[in-house]
C-alpha cells in the first residue's frame, strides 16, 4: 500500500532516476505527485468523426494513420501526415517536422488533438499534439492494461517533464498504478459540517476523478475546473492556508503589544505637523491604524494604495502617536534614495514639531554610522529612517514602538511570511533584547536566529537577553512593536483579504485633490526628435522631466551603458543648452543624495537615469516622463515608474517609446498602460499575465506556489475557504466539535510544513 507520504522513489515504475527527475517539478512524495493535476482532457469516448469537423474549433479526433511524409519549402521542412476514418481523411501538418521523420506507420490508430483550420477549402490540423495508440513505453507486459487508459473514456493530459522524458503518457500509467494501490483510508482534515455544506467528495474519490473522471462529466466542466472533485481539491488547498493564516493571525493578536495612547494632546500634534487637508481615505487608513495602535497586542497592518496616493503621510502621523507615547519609530525603504527622501520629507515635516530624526544609510561614514546608532540606542532618536538592509542589521532601539515597511512589493510574499514568522519567532524582537526583528528579509540573520530561538527555552532566552546588549534601556518589558506594512501595489479588496489573511487592510482609494491624470501615449522610437522637442517644450515652461532607459536583462553593466549613452547624447547633443543629470544604482552615494537633491530643488531640469527612480521618488514639478524600450518593462514596473509624474497641478505626460519587435504581450501591456491610470486594474491584469508566482516574486524567492489552486480561476473558492477558515478558528460550536477543530489544525501543520516549507504555523 502506498501512503501519502511514501516517497516516489518507491512507486512501481518510477525509482531513483525519475525520482531525481520529479522532484525537479517539485514532486517527491506519492501525495505531491497525486496533485500533479491534468492540465486538460480528451474526450476519446465520443471523438468528433472527421466530417464533423468545423473550421476553428478545438477538437479531439480519433483516426488511422494513412500516409505521411517530410517535404521542405523555401522557409522551412514541413511534416505532413494524413489520418483517415473509413474514406474521409484529414491532413495534419507540423512545421520545423523533422523529429516525426520515422514516427508514424500506416495503419497505426493515432489520438490527436488541435485547432481545425481550413486551408484552402479544405480542413486541417496544424501542430495537433498527438499519441500514437497502443504504443508501449517500453513495458509489453501492460500494454494492453495501459491501453484502455487511452481510448474509450476521457483521457487526462499532463505536462510532460525532464525535457520530454516523462510524456503525458508515462504520468496517466503511473498515476493509475499510484491510485490503484493508495491506502483506502487518506485522512479527512475538513470538519464534517463543512464537507455537508458544500457538498465535498471524499479525498480518494476526489483524487481519482480528477485524474480519471466518470463518463457522464462535462468537458466543458473538467476544463473549468469546476467538477465536484476540482473543488473538493482546491477547496482543501485553500482551506489550509487560510486556517494557518488565520492561525497566526489569532496568535498575533494574543502577544502583548504596546497600547499606545491617542489623546487630544497628541491629535493636536498631528494636526500641527499637516501640510494640507487630508484625503477622506487617508483619514480613514489612520483611524484604523490608530484604533490598532491604541490596543494592547501588536498591530500587524497592510496600507496598500495606489501610487501618489499619500501613503508617506499617513505613516508620519502613526509615527507621531508612537512617537508621542514615547517609543521610537522605525521606517525602512527599500532603496537608499528612497530612504534620504524620506528624511528629507520627514524633517521637513516633523522637525518643525521638535521631532528627532536621524537616517541610517550605507554611504554614511563608518563614524557618523556609530554616532548615529549610539542616538538610536539612547534613544535619542525618535524617528530612525533606513533601507531594510540598514535597519534590520543590528540596530539597537532603547524602545521601539513602531516599524513602518515602505514598498512592501519589492518582496515576495513568502519572504513576507518569514518576516512575519520571525515577528512570532521566540527571539524576542524590538524592545525585548532592542533589536528590530521586523523586516529581517536577509536569509542568514533570519535563519540564524530563529534557529537560535527555537533552540532556546525561555529562561535562557532572558539570560540570552540581559547578557546581550550593552546599551538598554529600562523598559524590558517583552511588548511587540506594531507594523505597518505600505505597498504601491495595490490589488483588489477581496483578494488582498484572503491573500494576507494574516494582516488587517487599509486601502487609500481616493488621490489627493488637484491631480489631473496624466496622459500617456505611446511613439515608435523613429520619432524620437519629435518627443524630444515635446520635451523641450515643457520643461522650457518650468517643469521636470525623467527620462527613463530601458532594462537590460541580467545586466546591470549594460543598464548602466545604455544610460551613460543616452545622458551623453541628451546633455551634449539635443539639450546642451538646458541642465540634464544622470542618476544610477551605481553611483556613488553622496552625488546620487546630491544629484536628487538639485533635482528636487528644481536646478536639474531632466533627469536621465534607469529604474532606480521607480519607487516612491516624489517631485512634484516633474511633469514629463519618456520611457525608453517600454516594451521591456513590465507592467506594475511601467506603473510604478508613471507614478513619480503627475503628482502636481500641471497636466503630466508619459511617452512609452517603443523600439524594435513588440511582443504580442508586450503589446498589451503598453494598451493596458494607455487605457488606463488605475493601479488597482492594472495589477489586476498584471497578476493575470504573469501569475502568481511571479506577481508576487514567490519565483524569484524559490518557494512553491499554490499546488492546484489559481489565485485568478479560484476567486470564488478563496473567500469560501477564508470564511470556513475562520469559522473554525473561532472555536468550536453546534457544528464543529473540538476534535475536529483539533485534527483539521494538525493536518494543516502537515501540509504547511511539507508544502510551504513554513515550519512555525501554530
Ligand atoms: P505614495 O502613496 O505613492 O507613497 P506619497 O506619500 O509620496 O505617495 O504622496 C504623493 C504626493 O502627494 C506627495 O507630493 C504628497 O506630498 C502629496 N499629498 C499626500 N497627501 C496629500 C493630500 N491630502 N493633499 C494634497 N497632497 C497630498
Ligand atoms: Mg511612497
New binding site residues.
Partial sequence: MLEPSTPVQYVKGIGPRLAEILGAKGIHTVDDLLHYLPFRYEDRLNPRTIAELRAGEMATVIAEVRTSGLFRTRRMPIFQMTAGQGRTRLRCIWFNGTYLKDKFKPGQMVALYGRVEDSRGELELKQPQFEILGESDGEAADQKAAASLEIGRIVPIYETAGQGRLTSRWFRRVIHKTLESLTPDLPEGIPSAIRKRLNLVPPREALWRVHWPDEGESMQTLMNWRTPAHIRMIFEELFFIELGLELKRRQQKAQTGIAFELNDRVRDAIKKI??????GA?KRALKEIAADMQKPFPMRRLLQ???????????FEAAIIAIESGHQVALMAPTEILAQQHYF?ARRILEPSGYRIVLLTGSLEDDRKRETRRHIAQGNAQLVIGTHALIEQKVEFAKLGLVIV??QHRFGVLQRFKLMRKQDGHVGTGTSNGHVGTGALSEPALSDRTKKGSRMGPAERSSANSSAQTHRSSTTSAAEPDVVV?T?TPIPRTLALTLYGDLDLST?DE?????TPIVTKRVGDERADEVWHFVRKHVTAGHQAYVVCPVIEESEDNELKAAMKMYSELSKKVFPDLSVAVLHGRMDPDLKERVMRLFQEGKIQILVSTTVIEV?????NAAVMVIEHAERFGLAQLHQLR?RIG??AAKSFCILMTGGKVSEEAERRLDEMVRTNDGFKIAELDLAMRGPGEFFGTKQAGLPSFQVASLIRDRDLLELAKKEAAAVIAGPNSEISQAEIDRALKHMRTKWQKTYGLVEVG
Fill in positions: 499637516l501640510p494640507f487637508h487630508p484625503t487617508q494604495g495606489d501610487v501618489g496616493s499619500g501613503k508617506t503621510l499617513v505613516a520629507s515602505d514598498e505600505m504601491a487609500l488621490m489627493p485633490p488637484g491631480r516612491g521618488v516624489d517631485v512634484p507614478g503628482r502636481g
